[in-house]
């Protein structure tokens, strides 16, 4: 089950976190895993790291805000299966303290960069008879979360994009869901924890994992986990939905 051999797979993002972890899993169950990262270095670790392994990868240092480079990335990895648009970035504010340059840069990140691969990989998955795509939404685009309010903006219209692309491609065969993490540990909260709180670093992140009602965040190789089954051919009867992967955060915090 969840075999990926002899499918291509884009993803955004893919130097660090979620996107390394799902590189990783995608690799190990057959697929060639082409990895979009604005960070040159990183994406080329993870591809070597693949490689190292017996998979196949390839890096492709690409900012995804900018479209022109995003067709370029695709035209050099050609006929694709599955796309997963994963890269994105993160603020903290609320509406009247959040800095315009702030919301334009997650808006041009989170939205339009997925909005650029979807333009160009659409064509290339319906050339090729359909496929999969897989955007990466979040909980704030289910329940508020304070001092989030860029990012709940970007990840709503994840969501909503994500339901237009279910639709609009039904006859296409491209099935498009999304996934919406509650915490997640990666190396962001790290580093937000090391600036914002420094010589606190423990507490916080204790205080930041009891906000899931589990007991702790995710694993990136959790939330993989379901990437991995929502791009496999046993999940073939499923598009259009979102898939909550938040350790009851979303149900159970009320």
């Known amino acids: 089950m969840f075999e990926l051999k002899g499918k291509k797979a884009v993803i955004t993002g893919g130097g660090s976190g979620i996107g390394r972890a799902t590189a990783l899993l995608f690799a190990r169950c057959g697929a060639a895993v082409h990895i979009l990262d604005i960070g040159e270095a990183a994406c080329a670790a993870v591809a070597a790291e693949i490689r190292e392994q017996g998979g196949q990868a390839a890096a492709h240092p690409c900012d995804v805000t900018r479209q022109e480079l995003v067709h370029a990335s695709f035209a050099a990895i050609g006929p694709i299966d599955i796309l997963i648009n994963n890269a994105g970035v993160a603020h903290v504010g609320k509406a009247d303290n959040t800095a315009e340059e702030d919301f334009d840069r997650v808006m041009a990140v989170n939205v339009k960069g997925a909005y650029n691969c979807l333009h160009a990989a659409i064509p290339r998955l319906r050339h090729n008879g359909g496929g999969v795509i897989l955007n990466m939404a979040s909980v704030a685009a289910w329940v508020a979360v304070p001092e989030r309010f860029a990012y709940s903006a970007a990840k709503g219209a994840i969501m909503a994009m994500t339901l237009s692309v279910a639709k609009d491609y039904l006859e296409d065969r491209i099935r498009c869901n999304s996934i919406s993490p509650g915490?997640?540990?990666?190396?962001?909260?790290?580093?937000?924890?090391?600036?914002?709180?420094?010589?606190?670093?423990?507490?916080?992140?204790?205080?930041?994992?009891?906000?899931?009602?589990?007991?702790?965040?995710?694993?990136?190789?959790?939330?993989?986990?379901?990437?991995?089954?929502?791009?496999?051919?046993?999940?073939?009867?499923?598009?259009?939905?979102?898939?909550?992967?938040?350790?009851?955060?979303?149900?159970?915090?009320?």
């Open 183 to 254: 915490r997640v540990h990666t190396p962001f909260v790290d580093g937000f924890l090391a600036r914002n709180y420094p010589g606190r670093e423990a507490e916080m992140f204790e205080r930041l994992s009891k906000t899931q009602p589990i007991g702790r965040m995710a694993r990136p190789e959790e939330v993989a986990a379901l990437a991995l089954y929502l791009c496999s051919d046993e999940a073939s009867f499923i598009t259009g939905s979102d898939y909550p992967i938040d350790g009851g955060f979303i149900t159970l915090n009320a």
